[in-house]
């Protein structure tokens, strides 16, 4: 069978779940839209999977909505309904070895990257206007870049997960997916809240280090997109780079996460006898052999590494690839799906550790497939970031 023909017309970005009334507000600033919810979100009505059967058979109709989806029907917005996610939010491919694998609307014959698949899969293939997903390691960065959408990894703790499925505390964050800029903007509008800390009009940082990590034909397909950013904030000023190391930063998140994610979800795995994919299964048993020394090390790294990077950002924003290359094939071995992982994450986990908020921006591709490039600021600038990166999708469409 031809990888073209894997997938045919339907796109798999939602759970098959019988449909329930979920009542929206009639008015309000997102009426009109419609969304997808990542399956680790509540909603009354629905169950949770956390995109593992035995946690859907575990978890019943629930009764109540968590608070950060509420407040997008609330204002207006209707759900269509519970978007796919890779088991326990635990990988970066989009593959799920139990429900399948959502289809990359922009890109087919590849992956549409995790572990928020579902819901880039439901914005790319036209099914809603815009997805709720969550990014602990890159799940909303990864799956936006391959996706050609714009996506919002917030600063830490800024929009709630409240009655979202846990992975790592200190990481996880509720993130979301569009393509068109100014729906990512009146939804981050609804979602945000105004900032706390301005940010200010001047020319944007690129980091040389950061560049250099990427192949030669990546560096190249995003120099139109960088050009464009360019005229958009008048100017970017290459700096000198001091950054701690980012293979130590890889580290401390690898520690940091795999301990907290055995931590979150290690009893209720042992308990019930989950049955994972293979590649959640490994990262699982990764994390519970993590130990107290390894990980008081890499906390105490990730402090240096944040306050080295917020010396370094202050109040100006910085320009970043989001991950290295464009999606993986459907057809691509595991070893190049994990090779892609391990160097997504230098660049993904300096939002990580920092608990800075990131924006992927749909503005180069490569092969025929999308490649995003980022913006980071400062914590409590996330509105700002996300206006500035609507600011310059409108002026490319434009």
């Not at 968590?66 to 989009?94: H, Y």
């Not at 595991?334 to 990580?352: K, M, S």
Request: glycine content about 10%; overall charge negative; charged content about 20%.
């Amino acid at each position: 069978m031809n990888i073209e023909d894997v997938q045919g017309d339907e796109p798999f970005a939602l759970m098959p779940y019988p449909p329930a009334s979920v009542a929206h507000a009639e008015q309000g600033p997102l009426a009109g839209l419609s969304f997808a919810v990542k399956d680790l979100f509540d909603v009354a009505g629905y169950p949770t999977s956390g995109g593992n059967p035995t946690l859907l058979a575990m978890s019943g109709i629930k009764r109540t909505t968590a608070p950060t989806v509420q407040r997008l029907l609330d204002s207006g917005a209707r759900m269509i309904g519970k978007a796919q996610t890779n088991e326990m939010a635990f990988s970066m491919s989009g593959k799920n070895a139990h429900f399948g694998t959502p289809r990359n609307g922009a890109a087919p014959q590849r992956i549409p990257g995790g572990s928020s698949s579902g819901s880039a899969s439901a914005v790319s293939n036209g099914l809603c206007d815009f997805a709720l997903g969550t990014d602990t390691g890159g799940s909303v960065r990864t799956p936006a870049s391959y996706c050609g959408l714009y996506g919002l990894r917030p600063s830490h703790g800024r929009i709630s997960l409240e009655g979202c499925q846990p992975l790592c505390a200190s990481m996880d964050t509720c993130g979301f997916f569009a393509r068109d800029p100014e729906v990512f903007q009146r939804v981050a509008e609804c979602l945000l809240g105004e900032d706390s800390a301005p940010l200010i009009e001047a020319p944007a940082l690129s980091s040389a280090v950061l560049m250099e990590m990427l192949p030669a034909a990546s560096r190249a397909a995003l120099a139109p997109a960088l050009a464009r950013i360019e005229r958009a904030c008048s100017g970017i000023e290459a700096f000198s780079d001091q950054w701690p190391s980012l293979e130590e930063a890889y580290w401390a998140f690898r520690y940091i996460q795999g301990r907290e994610a055995w931590q979150a979800q290690g009893e209720t795995i042992l308990r019930h006898g989950l049955v994972l994919g293979p590649d959640v299964s490994a990262r699982f048993s990764w994390g519970r052999q993590v130990s107290d020394e390894q990980l008081a090390e890499a906390i105490a790294f990730r402090a240096r590494f944040r306050d080295a990077v917020d010396a370094m950002l202050g109040d100006r924003v910085l320009v970043l690839p989001t991950v290295a290359d464009i999606a993986p094939r459907l057809d691509a071995k595991d070893e190049e799906i994990e090779a892609a992982r391990t160097i997504a994450h230098h660049l993904l986990g300096i939002a990580v550790l920092c608990g800075l908020p990131q924006v992927n921006l749909p503005l180069a591709e490569k092969d025929g497939a999308p490649l995003g490039i980022s913006l980071l600021a400062g914590r409590g600038r996330d509105l700002a970031l996300v206006r500035l990166a609507a600011r310059i999708g409108a002026s490319v469409e434009g």
